[in-house]
């Protein structure tokens, strides 16, 4: 039996009980609004967190990457939506190869050459493949509108390929503050991607699925009928980031709880400091805040290079010594996420289990 | 044969030529003036990079951290030197384990009680374990002077632990511009280490090693008599952050080339802009400045989420379409190779091997 204690640090620490909560709450809310779940898999890279979130309800895992998919059907995952453009004979192979073993996968496109290609290797392996077009909202993506159904017009003409809708994924819009704004935002996007599928099916091309939203518009997207799936990752996890992007009732968002911690330990005391053992290998450090140590109040965690954090303990409200332990929640989930080879999930103090982040790195 | 075209992107690339030529270019300046060359594991955390450096007449590497020496040591590494301090009864463990099999590794030590608990489980399993004691210039360590002298008499008078002497090492000299005010400062710092060996010396206690220096300062501290070895590590890779120090003749840091690049593909080309497949996950963020692309003049990287970066074409020299391929150094060589499974070494656009990262993540 290993306890909290025991963990060698730096390490990821998975809450349990708030997991579940957030897990509960999130598939709760989708399934009384008649929407279907597909969180996505790039926040965890996990495949026993996709396996509960399945148990959940979810109908299935997003993938950002092709390699993100292939690890997650190894494992036996069902329903994998790869969200960017495979690109490159020798991708577009695996992504034929992937279709024909999982054959409910959906691959966006946003491209008609790419499209083209997709299809002549489909067709070479005599294999049909669901595609979702990916819409452009200032990331990755073809225009709603005219652009859009130009490419679906292609892709209805191609034999190997199945439209099965469109990507309507907007990630400014997860964070955009105050929350009036965020909804304002989310229903703009998605108004012009329910807009372009009217387009395309008064073409007669049939385009069922609007695929999209976040953990930061996901209340604004169920409640949209136009849309008929969503595919939040970060909920399960949260992080500094997601909790600062506000809710109805104030500056905080308080729709889950944070469930991830990195737990480092006091690896040196000079005189008025705590030197921890995470720096920029242990925590990512894209968001222009710190990690938030939860157990230890009064200090505030500064970055000190490659593999050391910081802590001033001019105003720590208790003793520090080397081998204290001290948790913090981290900036930004997904991205702290892929330093690491495990989550150690917990219930209590307690080791439940140790899950390998199989598709850690696996970003090609 | 597989060429620079076929790697998988995003992909982390090394041009042959340029380590070698970095690599012996330090070695040879170390070997000229008698130091001894004992580079950092810590930036490739690649038992064949370790290799080669032995081969070119490293005595040895250095390990950030325990589980980064483990490794090492699996792979036949010899000579290892854990930079941090080992903390907690778990890794003393661990870390006497290693020293039973690889008797020449010497462990860092700042703490009173830590170098006790240490000399206790060696004293269990009748082991020798070397230690350095870690020197404070602002991050961890052990105050030079008294404190230091305080530290090595407790060594002195544990019969489980050979003291190998101090390791000086300021991290902050590494980066500090101009040429002159980085000569000063790491002479300072290395002038203190050496007045407190010959306080600990004058004490009995014999104190042979100083260890310390950097890509940054290896110039100076090699010049400086009282200096025994030099664990540079980036000089091998470099990076943005590395050419931005200065030296004797200007802003721009020549002493060694960019050997290490990212390779990414264009996967979406939205109006006036090129989506590539690398972002957050691709590359370190750590820096204040972003990626800087190789084999496309007149664009910007900018961040664009954990998975894209944005190439604004306004003021491209060419035509971007879709698959297009581009390289970016990156902006801090360390955390952006912690990120990766693999190393794509090239003898131009030949892949001469794919060596395994196989202390990434090993930060326990």
Not at 4 to 12: F, Q, S, V
Not at 99 to 104: E, T, V
Not at 195 to 201: F, Q, V
């Amino acid at each position: 039996m290993q306890f909290r204690g025991d963990i060698a640090t730096p390490a990821l620490l998975l809450d349990l009980d708030a997991f579940e909560s957030n897990l509960a709450a999130m598939a709760t809310h989708l399934r009384d609004r008649g929407k279907r779940f597909r969180p996505h898999g790039k926040t965890h890279k996990c495949p026993e967190v996709a396996r509960a979130q399945i148990a959940a309800g979810a109908v299935g895992c997003c993938a950002a990457r092709l390699a993100e998919a292939e690890v997650f059907a190894d494992h036996g995952i069902p329903g994998l939506l790869v969200t960017t453009a495979v690109v490159g004979s020798g991708k577009l192979a695996r992504a034929v190869g992937l279709a024909a073993r999982a054959p409910d996968t959906v691959f966006c496109v946003d491209d008609q050459d790419n499209a083209r290609e997709l299809n002549a290797v489909a067709r070479a392996a005599g294999v049909i493949v669901h595609v979702a077009i990916d819409l452009y909202f200032g990331r990755t993506g073809v225009p709603p509108g005219e652009p859009a159904l130009a490419l679906a017009r292609v892709i209805a003409a191609l034999p190997n390929l199945a439209l099965a809708g469109l990507q309507s994924y907007d990630g400014e819009a997860s964070h955009t503050t105050p929350f009036a704004a965020r909804k304002a935002r989310t229903d703009d996007s998605m108004g012009r991607a329910i807009a372009t599928r009217t387009l395309i099916e008064r073409d007669g091309i049939p385009c069922p699925m609007i695929t999209g939203g976040s953990t930061g518009t996901y209340r604004f997207d169920a409640d949209n009928p136009g849309v008929t799936e969503l595919q939040p990752g970060s909920f399960i996890f949260m992080d500094i980031d997601y909790g600062r992007i506000g809710g109805a009732d104030g500056p905080e968002y308080r729709d889950f709880k944070n469930a991830l911690t990195v737990m480092t330990t006091v690896v040196s005391r000079p005189p008025g400091f705590a030197i921890v053992d995470g720096g920029y290998k242990a925590f990512s450090t894209d968001r222009p805040f710190t990690p938030r140590p939860v157990n230890l109040a009064g200090v505030t965690y500064g970055w000190a290079g490659d593999e050391h954090g910081r802590l001033d303990l001019a105003h720590a409200a208790s003793e520090v010594t080397v081998g204290d332990r001290i948790e913090f929640i981290p900036p930004h989930c997904d991205p702290t996420v892929n330093l690491y080879d495990h989550i150690h999930a917990l219930r209590g103090d307690r080791v439940e289990a140790v899950w390998p982040i199989a598709a850690r790195g696996k970003s090609q």
